[in-house]
């Protein structure tokens, strides 16, 4: 799997803001600190700065391992990365495109890895599931799918969930030459004298399932977002802000990037309060003819806060952003097809349209469909 006349390797972790920072953080540092036990140099480092993390945007943090000093200085020539050996994303929402910061668009999450090289991916989805929602290939690679879901433990305070100890495994299992699993184990048991810590790199390492992606392979039905980077006599101030008229929205400043989770609505249990769309940050929701409130997908971030909110209970419900393959408004899907709808808004939040229903799919045992993490006492809107 590794190449014996490489002289360094370069790993990006790729995570959601604010919200994995410290994650990312933690496993660059331990890629290095893991690859000194074999006798190589390294270093970690950001990529972005604070101000674009605190709302969910992707950011990256890197890790660059040498044989030696020298060939570590000639890797770090450059201020970000062109091309990495492994790609690292902490959530796998983030394989439907990482839309930068900057201004220049959204970008396949496996654009900066080099031909045959790994994008690893924290999920609990099959490869194949995850390869749907990935951007049409254009040179061969390895999907690594490391067993878990997204952690959003790390907003002010860490909280260990084991996350990096699993990618540090299965980091382990593709790159055996620069990352050894014996190193992996024995730098996480000085630092946590947790066999448990230990005993979840070798999860991550026995559970990773690789999955060879052959160039034209994934799905050419996201949106496209490219613009081309302007040079320093053309790039336009940052502080403009082009006018709008009220109610209109900038075409360019799509926010669902930064989503992991979305809300689908239950029109039929709507009580038209107006809480949802007061209280959105992103002000995404717009009236309907009929006064309900619709989402405007492209302009929401997924926050949750409107699930919170709505006094119905499964109104409104949060859905793992991986079930969805476009970001079209539905209201008009209700208002065509109303069964068709709410057999849709079923199988996607796992919540019975019906309000006669007292007990939903999604609060079943064994259902997975409704992510609860939107909300900490509840995955959909109303009281229990």
Not at 2 to 18: A, H, L
Not at 41 to 63: C, H, I, L, M, W
């Amino acid at each position: 799997m590794n190449d014996p006349q490489q002289t360094s390797i370069t790993v990006e972790v790729v995570y959601r803001g604010i919200f994995q920072k410290t994650l990312a953080q933690r496993i660059c540092r331990s890629i290095v600190l893991a690859a000194r036990k074999r006798g190589h140099t390294g270093t970690a480092f950001a990529r972005y700065g604070d101000s674009p993390e605190r709302n969910g945007v992707p950011a990256k943090q890197f890790a660059v391992v040498a044989i030696n000093d020298l060939e570590l200085e000639a890797s770090m020539a450059k201020y970000e990365p062109a091309v990495v050996d492994v790609s690292i994303a902490v959530d796998d929402t983030l394989v439907k495109g990482v839309e930068s910061w900057a201004w220049y668009g959204r970008q396949p999450i496996w654009k900066p890895v080099r031909k045959d090289g790994f994008l690893l991916v924290t999920s609990t989805n099959t490869p194949d599931e995850v390869l749907a929602q990935t951007d049409t290939a254009l040179r061969p690679y390895t999907l690594v799918i490391v067993p878990g879901g997204a952690s959003f433990a790390g907003l002010w305070v860490f909280k260990d969930d084991h996350t990096d100890y699993r990618c540090l495994g299965a980091l382990a299992k593709v790159l055996p030459d620069w990352v050894r699993l014996e190193d992996v184990k024995a730098l996480i048991k000085e630092q946590t004298k947790d066999e448990g810590a230990v005993q979840s790199a070798q999860y991550g390492y026995d559970g990773a399932t690789l999955r060879p992606v052959k160039a034209g392979e994934g799905t050419s039905g996201h949106e496209v977002l490219q613009f081309e980077k302007p040079g320093w006599t053309t790039m336009r101030p940052g502080i403009v802000v082009d006018a709008r008229k009220p109610g209109e929205r900038n075409p360019q400043y799509k926010k669902y990037g930064a989503r992991t989770l979305r809300p689908v609505v239950n029109f039929d249990t709507c009580i038209k309060c107006t809480m949802c769309w007061l209280d959105c940050p992103d002000e995404c929701f717009e009236v309907t003819p009929e006064g309900h409130y619709e989402v405007v997908y492209q302009a929401c971030i997924g926050c949750g806060i409107c699930a919170q909110v709505c006094p119905v209970k499964d109104c409104i419900v949060m859905v793992d952003e991986l079930k969805f393959e476009d970001n079209e408004d539905k209201w008009q899907f209700w208002k065509k097809d109303h069964d068709g709808y709410n057999k849709w808004f079923e199988e996607k939040s796992g919540v019975s349209a019906d309000p006669k229903v007292r007990t939903p799919a999604a609060r079943q045992e064994g259902s997975g469909n409704a992510n609860p993490s939107a909300n900490p006492t509840s995955a959909s809107g109303g009281d229990d």
